[in-house]
């Protein structure tokens, strides 16, 4: 199992002391900024609360100029918060972080829906890293991983979280706990999801035998931030699979949460159902707060927009021939 980074700078014990108060009040505390900012304060030898000021804070916060608002304000977010937690302890007078703006978020990354084929090209040359990394499990977990979210339209985070006692193959349904907005919920998976995910445990049971239900179901061979391990590579597969952009940043990982949501969108048309009463199915097994955050997912493009024009002439189409032929009629 992989174990948890220490903090390195004079602050590591406020942290751990301020992260442990936050899991004790029901909160799902950042240790990722927690951790950048340790590894931050030890770069630049800061060595007491007095050498933190808000020139500190934007210098760690825009460290990377390419970071989207959404990763930018987090760490803004953590800092205050941390200070307030150290004005309320006596140990500075001052709240630095609270003279830092937030980024203003530009307008909304317009998501890429993968296809079918596209999808295939992405599980194939993950599974490929089976020949090229044959001592390690990198290309099976990876594989798995990929059909996984996209075919349960998980999120990452769930699913390199998942543990083996997650997974009930008898009733075919996956445990998520502790997903974002701190929710838990069950998700159904098919019979051919199963049979995947079987012959998944079978080879990590293999190589890594695991001692006990508790312990992660995907194994990444190291103590590397599995996140950022799949990121890493997702990347790698994607440019392999010409999917990548020439100018800006390409399909992400997420979108196969998008595709799954606007392909399931497009299949109730196909079967003649009302995706606006289907909604809040999708809402519920996506794990969203409300119905407005699934519309976010949802896509359309042409081949909706063509379902969409062939159901609209199946039904109304005939109907105003009949109107037309009636107001012939009586025009002569």
């Known amino acids: 199992m992989t174990h948890r980074r220490r903090f390195c700078s004079f602050l590591g014990p ?15 505390p950042p240790r990722s900024c927690a951790l950048q900012l340790d590894h931050f304060l030890t770069f630049r030898d800061v060595t007491s609360i007095a050498g933190i000021d808000e020139a500190l804070i934007a210098n760690w916060m825009h460290a990377v100029p390419e970071r989207a608002p959404g990763t930018k304000n987090p760490l803004l977010a953590f800092a205050r918060g941390l200070f307030r937690h150290l004005k309320r302890k006596g140990l500075t007078r001052d709240n630095p972080a609270e003279r830092v703006p937030y980024v203003k978020a530009g307008p909304r990354r317009k998501p890429y829906v993968y296809s079918l084929h596209e999808i295939s090209r992405l599980v194939e040359e993950a599974g490929k890293l089976k020949v090229t990394h044959p001592w390690h499990l990198l290309g099976w977990s990876l594989e798995t991983l990929l059909v996984l979210v996209y075919a349960c339209g998980l999120r990452l985070g769930e699913a390199v979280k998942l543990r083996i006692a997650d997974v009930d193959f008898g009733q075919k349904l996956l445990t998520l706990r502790d997903t974002k907005f701190h929710k838990e919920r069950i998700v159904p998976f098919s019979a051919e999801v199963g049979e995947r995910l079987k012959a998944y445990l079978a080879v990590r049971q293999a190589r890594q035998p695991h001692n006990g239900s508790e312990e992660p179901f995907f194994w990444w061979d190291g103590n590397r931030n599995p996140g950022h391990l799949v990121q890493e590579h997702f990347r790698r597969i994607r440019a392999r699979c010409g999917l990548s952009k020439a100018r800006g940043p390409g399909p992400r990982l997420h979108d196969l949460r998008h595709a799954f949501a606007t392909h399931r969108l497009y299949k109730w048309y196909q079967d003649g159902k009302d995706p606006l009463n289907r909604l809040p199915w999708l809402t519920t097994y996506m794990g969203h707060v409300n119905v407005e955050k699934t519309q976010v997912y949802l896509t359309v493009n042409q081949v909706l927009l063509r379902e969409g024009e062939r159901r609209f002439q199946a039904g109304f189409e005939g109907l105003a021939e009949k109107a037309l032929d009636r107001a012939r009629r009586k025009r002569a």
């Open 14 to 28: 406020e942290l751990e002391a301020y992260l442990a108060l936050r899991w004790d009040l029901g909160y799902r």
